[in-house]
């Protein structure tokens, strides 16, 4: 059971528009509709943002969307501000009653 | 509101067991459709998922860590707990427990909320 890949950071300008990649296999993210997102703050607790690979938490803005294809998932943020500075991890089922996460991604708000 | 918090102790020998407590309000961790989780950070790391327990009793570990880990259902006060025998110093992480909710597919989706974690350190 490995980690699930993501970029270790990624920056962008506010306003524009970013997306953070999970790169599994088939026996997690491309095997079930089951990837979840979650946004971080440094001290802070993880925060679900994504749940389901495409849906949406109530109270989580909808700059935040999800998607799917084949091994890789994907977050994107769009209209950056600079509260979404922080961390983000995926996480997917991993099968047998398992789940992984991925490495996380340092988001950077220029 | 549902609502965890983690208590325990922040240092722990090398060798000896780690033991925390997650205590849930705003919610029963006897209904269904529910697992306990515990998930863990190591400094400056990413997220690694522990296990889980549910309401059942019945529970279901990370592979790497099944030998050692223990999760289980507390006797009283809407509580579950976590044990951790013969740490090392890379057991030292951030430890925070979750409500994992149940879908459609009979397995968790996803995790939330969180507790706001507790730090343990392994040493001597």
């Known amino acids: 059971q490995s980690a699930l890949t993501q970029p270790a950071s990624l920056s962008g300008s506010p306003g524009q528009s970013i997306a953070i990649s999970c790169t599994g296999t088939g026996s997690d993210v491309a095997g079930y509709q089951l990837v979840s997102w979650y946004q971080q703050h440094p001290g802070k607790a993880p925060k679900l943002v994504i749940y389901e690979v495409t849906e949406r938490p109530s109270g989580v803005s909808d700059r935040f969307s999800g998607s799917k294809s084949g091994n890789t998932a994907s977050l994107t943020i769009s209209g950056l501000q600079a509260e979404d500075e922080g961390d983000y991890y995926c996480c997917s089922y991993a099968g047998s009653n398992t789940w992984v996460f991925g490495g996380g991604t340092k988001l950077t708000v220029l | 509101q549902v609502q965890l918090q983690e208590s325990g102790p922040g240092l722990v020998k090398p060798s000896q067991t780690l033991s925390l407590t997650c205590t849930v309000s705003?919610?029963?961790?006897?209904?269904?459709?529910?697992?306990w989780s515990w998930i863990r950070q190591r400094p400056g790391q990413g997220l690694e998922w522990i296990g889980y327990?549910?309401?059942?009793?019945?529970?279901f570990y990370n592979p790497s860590l099944e030998s050692r880990v223990t999760i289980s259902l507390g006797t009283s006060n809407n509580q579950f707990s976590l044990k951790l025998t013969s740490v090392t110093a890379a057991d030292t992480a951030v430890y925070y427990c979750?409500?994992?909710?149940?879908?459609?597919?009979?397995?968790?989706?996803?995790?939330?909320?969180w507790g706001q974690g507790t730090l343990v350190t392994v040493s001597s």
């Open positions: 979750a409500r994992g909710t149940g879908t459609v597919f009979g397995v968790v989706g996803w995790f939330d909320p």
């Open positions: 705003g919610d029963s961790i006897s209904s269904g459709g529910k697992y």
């Open positions: 327990v549910y309401y059942t009793g019945s529970s």
